[in-house]
């Protein structure tokens, strides 16, 4: 069974920074694109940055120059460094992979439970 497993969320003044951890445990051959969402209450879900297994990466306007997203294929581990926080950041943030149980089976999409990040004073 694969597991996505988020970390770091938490409370957070205006301004302040959180770093996000996704780590992918299990039983999985390889891991392709990674990527964090969020969604806020009564909000759709959305991108906010996302990572290819090359190391290419993309982010969502609103979180340019303050979000980076790395990661560590050697911990099968994702990064999301949050600085700048502002409250209209405040969601759920997601992690979400493409992984492969073998080198002959296809690429499945999995998630994580999600954690919370709340920005306020």
């Known amino acids: 069974q694969v597991q996505l497993v988020e970390s770091g969320g938490g409370l957070v003044q205006p301004g302040g920074s959180l770093r996000l951890s996704c780590a992918a445990s299990g039983s999985f051959f390889s891991i392709n694109a990674m990527g964090w969402y969020r969604q806020a209450p009564g909000k759709q879900r959305e991108l906010v940055a996302g990572i290819t297994s090359g190391g290419s990466t993309n982010y969502a306007d609103s979180v340019k120059g303050r979000f980076t997203i790395s990661r560590d294929d050697a911990k099968n581990t994702v990064y999301l460094l949050m600085n700048s926080l502002k409250p209209e950041d405040t969601a759920v943030y997601y992690c979400?992979?493409?992984?492969?149980?073998?080198?002959?089976?296809?690429?499945?999409?999995?998630w994580g439970q999600g954690t919370q990040v709340t920005v306020s004073s």
């Open positions: 979400s992979g493409s992984l492969r149980r073998s080198s002959l089976s296809s690429w499945s999409i999995y």
